[in-house]
């Protein structure tokens, strides 16, 4: 960094692609924090120009750095925008995602009082309430144990020298990656932290915004898409070396439902069990060739 550059103390990078006034809704909500100590970077996978109105709305008020990129997948372009960064530390927001005024002054009280080498909330919908799975209801130090109870990928704080050390983010996992391992690289990111012998905490009372999956799940769009989430899970988990033990119940589980649901009439809900199963199979077999 030149002498003249100016440095933050947060960078937040914000993959985009398809989406203009959700952006709009994330930047309106980051210009209204009670600390200005950051810059948001926004990585535009898009071929048009659907971003530029929400960047012009705010050009004011934040510090935006506009990237175009013609590669597509989100960890790609959080790993370019991570790239460019000034901010001591990174933090990597859906382009979809909302923040509560105070959140990012709560992650410096947190980063002050319970110091790691980064930290992580939970997923809320406007009301407050817990989506997009389970989390720990209590602050604890994030473990390889419950990186899937403690983690979401627009919720992370990490310091940028550890980011870059790890590598990034893994290219061949999550969304747009071209392979059939769409979710889970935040716990495969963090994973990775943990055996360079990083510490992390999280603290459910780091609460974001996001939009609540109200579509149906049993039709054949959204039950492929599980599927990919799905062998994401297995992937992550063979390549980070859980055995088949510990890999076991996420099989038994969506074995149960397939009975479950096909003795009580609900043959949809079946498909999709038997799907989770074959994702996640299948992701643990493939990771054995590509580690």
Known sequence: ???????????????????????????????????????????????????????????????????????KGVCRARNLGASMARGEWLMFP?????????????????????????????????????????????PVRIRRDNVWTTLIEWMLTVRKGDFTAAGGFDERIG????????????????????????????????????????????????????????AGLGYVMRKHGFGLSGFLPRLLRPLAGMSVYALTGRPAMARRSQQILIGRWDGWRQAAGTA
Not at 118 to 137: D, K, S, V, Y
């Open 1 to 71: 960094m030149s002498p003249n550059e100016r440095s933050f103390r947060l960078s937040l990078v914000v993959a985009t692609l398809g989406r203009s006034d959700e952006l709009a809704r994330l930047l309106c909500s980051l210009a209204a924090q009670t600390v200005s100590d950051f810059e948001v970077i926004i990585v535009d996978q898009n071929g048009d120009d659907r971003v530029l109105g929400p960047i012009a709305q705010h050009a004011q008020s934040l510090e935006i750095v506009h990237v175009r990129t013609p590669k």
């Open 94 to 138: 859906d382009d979809d995602c909302w923040y509560p005024e105070n959140l990012l002054e709560r992650y410096r009280r947190v980063m002050e009082t319970a110091p790691a080498d980064f930290h992580c909330g939970r997923a809320t919908n406007a009301a407050g309430q817990t989506i997009m799975g389970t989390f720990e209801t209590r």
């Open 175 to 230: 969304p747009g990656s071209g392979t059939p391992w769409g979710a889970y690289e935040v716990q495969d990111f963090v994973l990775t932290l943990l055996e360079r012998g990083l510490a992390g905490r999280y603290d459910p009372m780091l609460a974001g915004h996001h939009p609540e999956d109200m579509t149906d799940q049993t039709v054949p769009a959204n039950i492929a898409k599980i599927r990919c989430y799905s």
